[in-house]
């Protein structure tokens, strides 16, 4: 234990006891049940979460800043109603993409602006963007709306055959290319680095001539985008619109990327990170769907504990 | 030096105002390509400010920056250090978790395709930390290296740059004898590359055996340029605190005179706490000044944090007034009269956004309970008393603490901790990083405070000021207590030889 422990960077450490429990808990279920350890089993861990895994990545990005955003489930929630609204309205499919995702940043730049600007807590800004953009779903509509746009259903339904008879959506494959591009731009690019150094230590980074501002209000610029995705994807996975779907999602995707290891004081962590979280949290849930007998909400009360743990473990790191 | 150059920075009667302090009126300030150019002043001058103007963190109210001829005012760090002006600080404001490489070169790193080019950043960052002599791997992580290492990694950055003009606002507080040659060499190599060095320290060895050229402050106004070969020490010190240095000598007579002869009043036997400090025994009396000498990592703050309760001890027990004490915390501490201010005088003793009177009265509140009240007279009345007795500036009550100098912040700390009434005081560190003067003024208090009958335990870096304030000095070296000596027949030298290993203590107290 010791020489893994000095051959793998501290660093690593609470990411690789993502993955390690993701194997743990996969492991179990095979032993456990009959079909669990096949191929269809991981591609539906992707599918059913392919719109948390695309928060989580943007997520990554606002608590590696130092910062927190609440506003992303209620994001995905007016997502899904600007898709459906407009497809019933007859907007042809790319002018419903391009409004979505405008609404998504849209409302990110003006809660990063807010941040800076007036130096309040982001927690206190985006919970007031969480409330604004669930509001405005109902502005829209208190119903919820059905999606019966002939080529948003074919996207929808359209499975993509892998080797070993393994199918996916296209779902899946944007939520991997948008972790693909978050680890590119969070890794290979100047702003990327930015976000590190801000989320280390702002004051330093100021000092050392970087441009926070700019960082400071691109994270939540993402952040919003990747939500008004994640709510493009939801509506392909539910095909509805409807103000009341994603509640609570971003308390999700915050778990998701802490269990994933990134520290939420900010400058430590991984997109993969947060893609290990998502994928340990689907795990937890097949589980318990696999089992039986126990109802939904013990998925919450594992997360809960896992949650307390994972905090505890990078408490203790971070002392060090 | 021939004054043929013309100065690459020129500052014309700048002027700048904190709300309740005026930080610097009129102030001309000039600096000359190829020199090292000294800051000179108390806490309170105006260094930092004149600095933070320069590098673009502050705009200065009126007056005029120019720079190699043209009028420049930076509003961000960002556009100053574009400008050619790098500057490192006292504290390494870099990012300790990313690498060396990308400290040095965050910013401004080479690129391709669009996005970093790590291998170039390496290499580029290898460069610049061999052109000053460092050899350390640039893909490792900064936090894993030593401060001093962290202090030169900011300097490599700050030359990574095309920079005219490097600040170096006290970049020796943090580093020992040999890193500081060190430093003194790169800035040489530097200077006679043909960059302006803008020096600040404290230490007057350093400003005489490095800087070319001096300019001093006080109370935010311009006291004086000169070349430092035509100054000597006592003018220079003169000019920076504007009155005469008799009262260190005061300070030495009373240390002799004083009969430190009170009845004991906290006695630790066999106190330890593994990793911390060994076990320890140890001897406080009224109005006793007991010094802690030993290295940065002896033990000293450890020791010390145990007779305040901070941290739990282990083994060994603990007599106040001859009754044994079990702390269970500070607040138990506090109640037995103990009181200790901190060496991390941001994080742990004051409140900076508050004013230096909420300062005051939230120490004396919580010492009286929160049940009864102090009349706003008697507080005022304290307040004024405690802002005179500390000469704590500005003399006003509502400014806030975060405005004030780090001198004076630590006297509003003394003063927070006086107005407990302790019996015991224990001070970590209490005059680093400040000026002279208000060093003097410190260590004054401490012996007149021990004359009134405090036990003071005194803790600090400096030996020559251990071994002139205290009645006792004990010796700490790898978390051990070697030593107790007597103060006023010991002198520097002998702590050393102990504090370096080898000599048995002949002397030994107790």
Not at chain 1, 59 to 85: K, Y
Not at chain 2, 113 to 127: C, H, L
Not at chain 2, 357 to 375: E, H, I
Not at chain 2, 404 to 412: A, R, T
């Amino acid at each position: 234990m010791t020489t893994l422990a000095q051959r793998v960077p501290s660093r690593f450490l609470p990411v690789l006891a993502t993955v390690a429990l993701f194997v743990l808990a996969f492991g179990v279920g095979s032993a456990r049940y009959d079909g669990f350890a096949s191929g269809q089993v991981i591609a539906n861990l992707f599918i059913d979460n392919a719109f948390l895994i695309v928060l989580a990545a943007g997520m990554t990005f606002v608590i590696l800043s130092g910062g927190i955003d609440l506003s992303v489930g209620s994001v995905v929630a007016l997502s899904t109603m600007v898709t459906a609204s407009g497809l019933q309205a007859g907007w042809p499919v790319p002018l419903v993409i391009v409004a979505v995702l405008l609404t998504g940043s849209t409302l990110g730049l003006l809660m990063g602006l807010v941040i800076h600007k007036f130096d309040i807590q982001p927690f206190i800004v985006t919970l007031a963007g969480m409330f604004l953009a669930r509001g405005l779903c109902f502005l829209i509509s208190v119903e919820s709306v059905s999606i019966k746009d002939r080529t948003f259903r074919d996207v929808a339904t359209a499975a993509i055959e892998l080797p070993g008879g393994v199918t996916i959506t296209y779902n899946v494959v944007i939520a991997l290319l948008v972790v693909a591009a978050a680890m590119y731009v969070l890794h290979r690019t100047r702003f990327g680095r930015t976000v590190y150094a801000v989320g280390g230590s702002e004051s330093s980074a100021l000092l050392m001539g970087l441009p926070t501002t700019r960082v400071k209000v691109g994270v939540y610029v993402i952040s919003g985008l990747c939500s008004s995705l994640a709510g493009l994807l939801f509506s392909l996975y539910m095909l509805s619109g409807y103000g009341l779907h994603a509640v609570g999602m971003e308390l999700d995707a915050i778990a998701a990327v802490v269990i994933g290891g990134t520290l939420l004081a900010g400058g430590v962590g991984y997109v993969l990170g947060g893609l290990a979280g998502v994928l340990v949290l689907g795990t937890i849930q097949t589980l318990i769907s696999f089992q039986g007998t126990l109802s939904s909400w013990w998925t919450k009360i594992v997360i809960g504990v896992l949650l307390l743990v994972f905090i505890a473990v990078q408490r203790t790191i971070v002392r060090r | 030096m021939t004054e043929s150059p013309p100065p690459v920075v020129e500052m014309r009667g700048i002027s700048l105002a904190f709300p309740g302090v005026k930080a610097l009126q009129d102030v001309d300030f000039r600096l000359f390509p190829g020199e090292v150019h000294a800051l000179m002043g108390e806490n309170g001058a105006g260094k930092s400010t004149l600095i933070k103007t320069l590098t673009g963190v502050h705009r200065p109210d009126t007056g005029q920056v120019v720079l190699a001829g043209d009028d420049v005012a930076f509003s961000s760090p960002g556009e100053a250090q574009h400008a050619g002006i790098s500057t490192v600080y006292q504290e390494v404001n870099l990012c300790a978790n990313l690498t060396v490489a990308e400290n040095i070169l965050l910013g401004r790193e080479p690129r391709r395709f669009g996005g970093i080019d790590f291998p170039a950043m390496r290499r580029r960052a290898a460069e610049v930390l061999a052109r000053i002599g460092v050899h350390i791997d640039p893909a490792s992580s900064l936090g894993e290296h030593p401060i001093a290492v962290q202090q030169l990694v900011a300097i490599a950055r700050a030359i990574a740059i095309d920079c005219r003009v490097l600040v170096l606002d006290e970049p020796t507080s943090s580093l020992d004898a040999g890193e500081v040659a060190e430093l003194f060499r790169i800035m040489r190599v530097l200077r006679d590359e043909g960059v302006a060095i803008l020096f600040v320290s404290h230490f007057l060895d350093q400003v005489y055996e490095i800087s070319d050229r001096m300019t001093v402050l006080r109370n935010g106004t311009l006291v004086g340029e000169h070349l430092t070969a035509d100054v000597d020490r006592r003018t220079l010190i003169a000019q920076m605190i504007g009155r005469d240095l008799g009262t260190l000598e005061a300070i030495e007579h009373a240390a002799e005179e004083r009969q430190a002869q009170g009845p004991v009043l906290v006695a630790a036997t066999g106190l330890g706490r593994r990793g911390a400090i060994e076990p320890f025994d140890l001897e406080i009396r009224a109005g006793q000044v007991v010094g802690l000498a030993g290295l940065l990592g002896s033990g000293r703050t450890e020791l010390a944090r145990l007779l305040f309760g901070a941290d739990r001890a282990d083994s060994g027990r603990l007599l106040v007034d001859g009754k044994p004490l079990r702390l269970r915390g500070p607040r138990s501490a506090i109640a037995a009269g103990i009181a200790f201010s901190s060496e991390d005088r941001k994080g742990e003793g004051l409140v900076a956004d508050l004013s230096i009177r909420d300062n005051l009265v939230l120490a004396m509140q919580a010492a009286r309970g929160w049940t009864r009240p102090l009349p706003r007279k008697t507080k005022d009345q304290l307040v004024d008393k405690y802002l005179k007795a500390l000469d704590i500036r500005p003399a006003n009550p509502d400014a806030l603490v975060r405005t004030l100098s780090g001198g004076n912040q630590q006297k509003v700390l003394l003063a927070r901790w006086l107005v407990t009434e302790p019996r015991l005081l224990i001070l970590d560190e209490p005059t680093r990083g400040i000026d002279i003067g208000a060093k003097a003024q410190i260590q004054q208090l401490v012996t007149t405070l021990a004359a009134e009958g405090t036990a003071i335990l005194f803790i600090s870096a400096e030996l020559e000021e251990v071994v002139r304030i205290a009645d006792r000095i004990v010796v700490l070296r790898d978390r051990r207590k070697i030593a107790e000596l007597d103060g006023s027949v010991t002198g520097v030298d002998e702590v050393v030889e102990l504090i370096a290993g080898g000599a048995t203590p002949e002397k030994v107290v107790s």
